[in-house]
């Protein structure tokens, strides 16, 4: 949880963004819009990319040639974001994401990282241990999946499409979205039907 800011930081910000308006590089309004699209952000709009993508061959496509147009489609603007990029798992493939450097993640389709995936014991462990890390989650993968990590950086930001569980044919986009989580979207755990 993050501390109350300081009236001291709360000037700092107030000058930073008047000399930045004054400037003529960005307008308090701009500002103001970014902060609201940032909270905006939730890994509900991942999950409801990942549905829609199990019941859209043309959005499926989509998201795994140009993940950040998958999600301008689905109405989250991508401006100024890294590139987005959609990891399909397969039979025998899964995928973990990990940012081996800091905290790079899909922020606007996953909202703020967890505290977890920011952790050196994670960033760390993703790359040198993943089955182990995956069993710690209580993620068993069938014998013999490959696991491919990922490393999601300040240039290129990475989410996972999972396979799709099964028995949930007929289901609609909304009961599918409800199976996909964050952890799901970064790799660590497996939708469940």
Not at 103 to 122: E, I, N
Not at 166 to 188: I, N, S
């Amino acid at each position: 949880m993050a501390h109350a800011p300081t009236p001291e930081s709360v000037a700092l910000l107030a000058r930073f963004t008047a000399a930045l308006a004054a400037a003529g590089i960005v307008t308090e309004d701009q500002i103001a819009e970014q902060i609201a699209r940032t909270d905006r952000a939730d890994p509900r709009i991942g999950a409801a990319m990942v549905a829609r993508a199990w019941t859209d061959l043309a959005y499926h496509a989509l998201m795994l040639k140009d993940g950040s147009a998958a999600a301008e489609e689905m109405g989250v603007s991508m401006a100024g974001a890294p590139p987005l990029g959609v990891l399909a798992d397969a039979p025998g493939l899964h995928h973990l994401v990990v940012c081996t450097l800091c905290s790079c993640y899909p922020r606007a389709v996953l909202g703020y990282p967890p505290h977890w995936y920011k952790s050196a014991a994670y960033r760390s462990r993703a790359v040198r241990d993943p089955r182990g890390v995956l069993a710690e989650w209580g993620t068993t993968l069938p014998e013999g999946t490959q696991i491919r990590v990922v490393d999601s950086t300040a240039d290129y930001r990475w989410m996972v499409l999972p396979t799709r569980p099964a028995g949930t044919e007929g289901w609609d986009a909304a009961r599918l979205a409800g199976l996909v989580t964050r952890d799901v979207l970064v790799g660590t755990r497996l939708p469940t039907a």
